[in-house]
């Protein structure tokens, strides 16, 4: 038998509360990955634009953006920084007591900063 955080037997979860989890974790994960992607951006403002090969062309830039990107999406899907492990703990309760509401939320798609 399982116990909750409260030493109190664990409920199991409903398909609606394991759904809202589901897409809790999807969000989160996808907020970790928009910031990554930011932090990322803005370090790369920091390097210079021309190198011994000349001043960096569209084509790198766009390519560099692209790389950022999947890197950024990549460390935030291995949990990398830990972010969104922390915003799950915190919005866990939250999502369960709606849970059937939370459950049919859309978090499809990702959203780009």
């Known amino acids: 038998m399982s116990l909750d955080k409260l030493?109190?037997?664990a409920q199991p979860l409903t398909?609606?509360?394991k759904e809202a989890l589901a897409?809790?974790?999807?969000?989160a994960t996808q907020f970790e990955g928009v910031f990554m992607q930011m932090l990322m951006?803005?370090?790369q403002d920091t390097v210079p634009k021309d190198s011994i090969f000349g001043q960096e062309s569209d084509a790198e830039q766009t390519w560099s953006e692209m790389l950022n990107d999947?890197?950024?999406q990549a460390i935030a899907k291995e949990?990398?920084?830990g972010i969104g492990k922390v915003l799950e703990e915190q919005m866990r309760s939250q999502v369960l007591a709606n849970a059937k509401?939370?459950?049919h939320v859309?978090?499809?798609?990702r959203t780009d900063p």
């Open 7 to 9: 030493g109190a037997p």
């Open 15 to 17: 398909p609606d509360q």
């Open 23 to 27: 897409k809790l974790h999807d969000a």
């Open 41 to 43: 951006s803005a370090m």
């Open 70 to 72: 999947q890197r950024a």
């Open 79 to 81: 949990g990398g920084l």
């Open 101 to 103: 509401q939370e459950a």
């Open 106 to 109: 859309q978090v499809d798609g």
